[in-house]
């Protein structure tokens, strides 16, 4: 058993990081382009971590109540949720008000220089 995966890492590679990391991504994605705030992916995330705690059980005899592995694996999907909404969230900005930002790179945008 290693910190971040209970039974092999191949089982926490592609259920937790695979699996449940694009699914986060997704509601991320999803939020964003519905302009809603930033807290509902992180709720709606954390949901989504005891469903894959949920398979890590059921498919791989893995322990459902343990709040260890849900941490672990609700820290990997927010961060993946919160990637899919951070890139929408600037691509929304520099396309919608295209006249006042232009993108600074993939996570940020910034106000028009005036030439």
Do not use: D, K, M, P
């Given at each position: 058993m290693g910190i971040l995966w209970e039974n092999s890492f191949a089982t926490f590679l592609m259920l937790?990081?695979?699996i449940?990391?694009?699914?986060a991504y997704m509601?991320?994605?999803s939020l964003a382009?519905?302009?809603r705030p930033i807290i509902q992916p992180i709720l709606y995330t954390l949901l989504l971590?005891?469903?894959v705690r949920f398979f890590?059980?059921?498919l791989f005899g893995g322990t459902l109540l343990s709040i260890h592995y849900y941490v672990v694996d609700a820290a990997?999907?927010?961060a993946a949720a919160l990637l899919g909404y951070r890139v929408?969230?600037?691509r929304q900005m520099v396309t919608q008000y295209s006249w006042l930002y232009e993108r600074a790179g993939l996570f940020w945008w910034r106000e028009k220089q005036e030439n």
């Open positions: 937790t990081v695979v449940g990391g694009s699914a509601t991320g994605r382009a519905h302009w971590a005891a469903v890590h059980f059921a990997v999907l927010i929408t969230r600037v």
